[in-house]
């Protein structure tokens, strides 16, 4: 790449810097275009594990591959130039071992050109967080509600609710920040959990389902724009695209019936 095609995307450490200053405004992609629009608006675009449920119709993020992350992380960093970008490792690539996670981490960053991954952070976190940032690899942590353990917890509910659980998240959160991460998202607590995380900790905390105090906010991109009618309490829908996508297709399939579409601007003329 030349000098002048360089691109210079916000970095890590940059977002660490806005640790109790500017809020920090994420939001998730899978495609190019979206990635485009996201990139005018967000510091930091993740590509979540959440594609498996909200783009492949999976039930929960547990089947996602590497491979499935790689093609979407590719497509993001197509369309976006600015956003510093992060994609998940999913579930099966990085929990057992350090060195599985860097093999991972380093996959997913040659191939997509990303600039840190996230990972989900329980207690057996730390070494494998340490790990990866000393060989270059910038991590971003995920406390709280870890929806690839979702199994072990029971389902998708808000966490934190026994004194003990809500200590081990606060524990969790340190644990990761120490160990390195640029940053934590705390999911699915209550403001006086993710409050606590916040000060607690010297990395921006990035809350979704968390708290107002946090350091940064992000959410699920198809949960905001209504894409589904059925999204998590902490939502807030920003648009109802599923209203405006159904009024769309009934039109086109109304003109299709109709011999309405193509209309003479849509047909191909060719003078002689
Ligand atoms: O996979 C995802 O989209 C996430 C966000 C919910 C933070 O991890």
């Known amino acids: 790449?030349?000098?002048?095609?360089?691109?210079?995307?916000?970095?890590?450490?940059?977002?660490?810097?806005?640790?109790?200053?500017?809020?920090?405004?994420?939001l998730t992609a899978y495609d190019a275009p979206t990635a485009a629009i996201l990139d005018e608006y967000c510091d930091l675009i993740l590509v979540g594990d959440s594609v498996g449920?909200?783009?492949?119709?999976?039930t929960t993020t547990v089947g996602v591959t590497l491979e499935m992350m790689i093609m979407h992380g590719q497509a993001v960093m197509r369309g976006s130039n600015k956003a510093l970008v992060v994609v998940d490792l999913?579930?099966?690539?990085?929990?057992?071992?350090?060195?599985?996670?860097?093999h991972s981490a380093a996959r997913v960053m040659r191939e997509t050109g990303c600039q840190a991954v996230k990972i989900e952070s329980g207690s057996?976190?730390?070494e494998t967080i340490a790990y990866l940032v000393e060989r270059g690899i910038p991590v971003m942590s995920h406390v709280g509600l870890r929806p690839q353990s979702m199994n072990v917890l029971g389902g998708f509910r808000a966490r934190g609710r026994t004194q003990k659980v809500a200590e081990e998240?606060?524990?969790n959160a340190i644990a990761a920040a120490e160990a390195g991460s640029f940053a934590v998202v705390v999911e699915g607590v209550s403001a006086e959990i993710a409050d606590k995380v916040t000060?607690?900790?010297?990395?921006?905390?990035?809350?979704?389902?968390?708290?107002?105090?946090?350091d940064g906010q992000i959410l699920v991109t198809p949960d905001m724009l209504g894409l589904f009618h059925r999204v998590p309490k902490f939502v807030k829908k920003y648009a109802?695209?599923?209203?405006?996508?159904?009024?769309?297709?009934?039109?086109?399939?109304n003109d299709v019936k109709e011999r309405a579409f193509p209309g003479e601007e849509n047909t191909y003329k060719f003078s002689k």
């Open 199 to 214: 000060q607690a900790v010297s990395i921006p905390t990035i809350g979704i389902g968390a708290s107002a105090g946090c």
């Open 53 to 58: 449920m909200v783009v492949h119709g999976l």
């Open 1 to 26: 790449m030349s000098a002048q095609t360089q691109i210079r995307r916000i970095t890590a450490p940059q977002i660490t810097a806005r640790k109790s200053a500017e809020p920090i405004v994420c």
């Open 169 to 171: 998240i606060v524990e």
């Open 124 to 126: 057996y976190a730390a």
């Open 240 to 253: 109802n695209m599923q209203d405006i996508i159904h009024k769309a297709v009934e039109t086109y399939a």
């Open 90 to 102: 999913p579930f099966g690539y990085y929990e057992d071992s350090p060195e599985r996670a860097f």
